[in-house]
């Protein structure tokens, strides 16, 4: 079974960082692109940022680059999002979710239960 | 960026009703279409992709279609676990955009 666990979402100042975590399991880490995806508190999805399985394709939504970073280590089976300069306007669930694998179109087939960043003074 | 408009925002249905949301595209973007469902609380759930493919254990009740600009999103007959959020979004391009979200009430 697929399953995706997000952690490190809290309470951080504006103009903080924080580290987002996703653990993978039941599937082959390394094979599969995966994605950020967060919802800022009753509104709805914004895509944040996308890696390839090897990490050799990164892209970022214009809102968050040149602040996160998003990174993946194989070995450790994890995605991570390194978070800098918070502003208000970041505060959301983030999801990180796998591509779900079908060569017609990517979708993104599988999500974690999400982690919450509020970014507050 | 390629901005996604869904109608309508919401909509109130009956059990055993067919249910039809739209999602349009600001331009092309072939077939690289597909749908979600969230529930209160939830992660989103991948329904349909590439415009009319079922995702893996998704009930045949829905089924997707269009291409280009204009697509939708069909219920043939509406379960009460389907009342929820739905979202299309496109793969099209980078940055991956979302509809805004259809809500589908209990009437």
């Known amino acids: ?121 | 960026d390629i901005q996604m408009t869904q109608s309508p925002s919401s909509l109130s249905a009956s059990v055993g009703d067919r249910v039809t949301i739209t999602c349009r595209a600001s331009q092309s973007i072939a077939t690289y279409l597909n749908w979600y469902q969230q529930k209160p609380r939830e992660a989103p759930n991948l329904l349909i992709y590439a415009t009319s493919s079922l995702h893996t254990g998704v009930p045949s009740r829905f089924s997707g279609s269009g291409s280009g600009t204009d697509f939708t999103l069909t219920i043939s007959s509406l379960q009460p676990e389907d009342f929820a959020t739905y979202y299309c979004q496109q793969s099209y391009n980078i940055p991956w955009t979302f509809g805004q979200g259809t809500k589908v009430e209990i009437k």
């Not at chain 1, 903080?16 to 399991?25: D, E, M, P, Q, Y």
């Not at chain 1, 669930?93 to 599988?110: H, I, L, M, Q």
């Open chain 1, 1 to 121: 079974e697929v399953q995706l666990v997000e952690s490190g979402g809290g309470l951080v100042q504006p103009g903080g960082s924080l580290r987002l975590s996703c653990a993978a399991s039941g599937f082959t880490f390394r094979s599969y692109s995966m994605n950020w995806v967060r919802q800022a508190p009753g509104k709805g999805l914004e895509w944040v940022s996308y890696i390839s399985s090897s990490s050799s394709t990164i892209n970022y939504a214009d809102s968050v680059k040149g602040r996160f970073t998003i990174s993946r280590d194989n070995a450790k089976n994890s995605l991570y999002l390194q978070m800098n300069s918070l502003r208000d306007e970041d505060t959301a669930v983030y999801y990180c979710a796998r591509d779900a694998g079908y060569s017609t179109s990517f979708a993104a087939g599988y999500w974690g239960q999400g982690t919450l960043v509020t970014v507050s003074s």
